[in-house]
């Protein structure tokens, strides 16, 4: 069994030699991987339902319901394609390849808490707060990005598919239709994260909410221009159902930013202010109230009556009025 190096360390802060940090590096890493493998087993036996569910929603958007034979016959107009796998060894490694996407995907809560486990102990308290509802939010919001992207795939392959030649039969290998959905929904994750990322750096005070709020021209333009490069479309349809809820994820950030500067500014009102800069300062004249006469105590040593002098009984010589020695 793999055991953690950190049942054995005591020191509060989490601090260990660089021996135990790459026993503890090598026990989640082994941890992970095993968690990876083994769903990783379990979906090649589903693997089948698994290409289904991915391949169904294009193949009944361009796929071609007859066979070669039969689409000689028909209407060239028609256009459509027809999912294939190539070689002999082609299902084998297809099957592989959707075992181990499988595998990451469904095991990333156990991969993603162990490396938590591993960088937590040198982490603030503050700070291990703010990660944990980084990730909290990260995953939806990738998830959203994932389902925006599956929701598009008819129309994009629609699309795509009519820049087939007439009198040309397309043929969709079905290893290569899953690395294109694959891209699709990692970069439509990806993007989604875009807004998450600017929270990170407001709350870092790397970025304040008006320096955001300030960009919303250019980061309107610049999401649209990736929306259109990132889709593998031509239609506006797929790069709206993109840009849209980025642009309004990125207003969602810059709400949260204003509202986390001002939620600063409240606690510390010098939040604001450069390292450099002065200080305003308040110099008008206060009214010091009524003044305490001070009683008459022991005479200090200097002063007449005090214990310097007390031996000779001279009094000390005025200086300015003052009897005091100094």
């Not at 360390?9 to 082994?30: C, F, T």
């Not at 990876?36 to 193949?59: C, M, S």
């Not at 995953?139 to 990005?145: D, I, R």
Request: aromatic residues 10%; charged residues 20%; neutral net charge.
């Amino acid at each position: 069994m793999l055991k953690s190096a950190r049942k054995k360390q005591k020191d509060p802060e989490g601090r260990m030699p660089l021996a135990e940090h790459l026993r503890e590096l090598r026990n989640r890493l082994g941890k992970a991987v095993l968690a990876i493998v083994v769903i990783a087993v379990v979906a090649a036996f589903y693997y089948k339902d698994i290409v289904e569910l991915f391949k169904q929603p294009i193949e009944d958007a361009i796929g071609c319901k007859v066979s070669f034979a039969e689409l000689a016959t028909k209407d060239k107009r028609q256009t459509c394609g027809n999912i294939t796998m190539s070689g002999l060894m082609g299902p084998f490694s297809l099957m592989v390849k959707v075992s181990l996407m499988s595998g990451l995907v469904v095991a990333s809560p156990v991969w993603l808490y162990q490396l938590w486990a591993f960088l937590a102990p040198g982490l603030h308290r503050t700070e291990k707060k703010y990660a944990l509802s980084f990730v909290a939010a990260g995953a939806p919001l990738f998830a959203a990005g994932g389902f925006f992207a599956y929701k598009i795939m008819p129309a994009a392959s629609t699309v795509l598919i009519e820049f087939t030649p007439s009198d040309v039969d397309n043929l969709l290998p079905l290893d290569e239709l899953i690395d294109f959905i694959t891209r699709l929904v990692v970069v439509f994750g990806l993007s989604f994260e875009l807004p998450l990322l600017l929270v990170m750096l407001n709350f870092g005070g790397i970025l304040t909410g008006r320096r955001m709020l300030g960009w919303w021209r250019g980061m309107i333009m610049g999401v649209t221009v990736f929306a259109a490069v990132a889709t593998p479309s031509v239609d506006p349809f797929s790069m709206l159902m993109l840009a849209i809820p980025i642009v309004m994820l990125y207003f969602i950030a810059v709400f949260i930013a204003l509202f986390n500067d001002k939620r600063k500014r409240a606690a510390n009102p010098d939040a604001d202010l450069d390292p450099d800069e002065a200080s305003d300062l308040d110099l008008t004249p206060q009214d010091v109230g009524e003044i305490e006469p001070v009683r008459a105590g022991k005479a200090l040593p200097g002063q007449s009556g005090g214990d310097a002098d007390s031996g000779t009984g001279v009094e000390p010589t005025r200086r300015g009025g003052y009897d005091d020695a100094t």
